[in-house]
């Protein structure tokens, strides 16, 4: 089982949508969850984070976190071509490392 | 302020030889880190420097790879001799001080593509 786990996609949405964004993790010990986002060619860029359980709002973006489910997602509303890019998830748990899933591609079409 | 600068972009070399990454973190940043993709994987941690120092190395695959930071500052990345496997994206990361209460404190580099053939 992967430690951090999340759809290849490609996750297609029109314009104006809502896209949804999941992430699951196997280390119940986690403490704090990271989205990036990564247009290709490009270094990773911190959109999200969050640390307790519930919803949080910036913007477009709202990061939901359920520990009990180990279960972390991204919203994001009124969806824009130039949010087209892979979305990272990543767990904070030890040390001074990060541990990354593997990336949903988003594909918001006009 | 320039950001994580890594060089170079793509690096295309044969199985057997020899390849070095560099990265130049941000000015005045302690905190170095290199992380790599390899193709249909999800990005991976292979070591962390703080300053000069090997703070954790627990990602490196095998001996093949020897990562330096002389002079805490510019880290460069030694891969001898290359495999068909090393093929991948290679990250380098930089922080002042990273705690989990500031995250956005990390920043990365666009990466050093890297193919093996």
């Known amino acids: 089982q992967k430690e951090v786990e999340q759809n290849s996609g490609p996750l297609s949405v029109p314009e104006g949508a809502i896209a949804s964004l999941n992430c699951t993790y196997s280390d119940r010990g986690s403490q704090s969850f990271f989205w990036y986002r990564q247009y290709s060619g490009k270094s990773p860029e911190l959109i999200m984070f969050i640390y307790s359980n519930g919803d949080k709002e910036d913007g477009r973006f709202t990061a939901q976190l359920n520990k009990a489910s180990q279960y972390v997602s991204l919203l994001i509303r009124d969806s824009q071509p130039s949010d087209s890019a892979t979305y990272l998830c990543?767990?904070?748990?030890?040390?001074?490392?990060?541990?990354f899933g593997g990336g949903t591609r988003l594909m918001v079409k006009p | 302020e320039a950001g994580v600068t890594q060089f170079p972009s793509h690096s295309v070399i044969e199985k057997g030889q020899t390849v070095t990454l560099r990265c130049d973190p941000i000015s005045g940043h302690d905190n170095l880190y290199w992380y790599r993709r390899v193709m249909g994987k999800e990005i991976k941690f292979l070591l962390h420097?703080?300053?000069?120092?090997?703070?954790?190395e627990s990602g490196m695959p095998n001996n093949r790879f020897l990562a330096e930071r002389t002079g805490g500052t510019y880290s460069t990345l030694k891969v001898q001799p290359a495999e068909l496997e090393d093929s991948g994206v290679y990250f380098c990361?930089?922080?002042?001080?990273?705690?989990?209460?500031?995250?956005?404190?990390?920043?990365f580099g666009n990466g050093t593509r890297l193919t093996v053939t």
């Open positions: 990543a767990v904070h748990n030890a040390g001074n490392m990060l541990t």
């Open positions: 420097f703080v300053k000069e120092s090997k703070q954790d």
């Open positions: 990361a930089s922080s002042q001080d990273f705690r989990v209460s500031e995250p956005s404190a990390l920043h």
